[in-house]
């Protein structure tokens, strides 16, 4: 599962870890809860988790904002949107 420490950082922006979905090398995929509150039960997602640990430093500074880029611009109707990158 997600460390704590991430957990707790997800958390404080109201997005909550509930199962692991897939994985690759470096990330996993996690189902959330997002924007949850008191009258809300928020929108289900799906949450793309990098270990920047497990990758070069060559990947983190070329290849991971070009990543990031490119998810974010994507519109296409059978490829997942990317909505939030923190």
Wanted: proline share 2%; no cysteine; charged share 25%.
């Amino acid at each position: 599962m997600l460390a704590t420490s991430d957990s707790s950082f997800l958390a404080h922006r109201s997005l909550h870890i509930w199962k692991k979905i897939g994985e690759g090398s470096f990330s996993k995929v996690y189902l959330a809860i997002f924007g949850a509150t008191e009258n809300d039960s928020g929108k289900l997602i799906a949450t793309k988790v990098i270990n920047k640990n497990r990758v070069s430093t060559k990947f983190v500074e070329k290849f991971l904002p070009r990543e990031l880029d490119v998810m974010l611009k994507l519109r296409h109707p059978y490829i997942v949107q990317a909505s939030l990158i923190l």
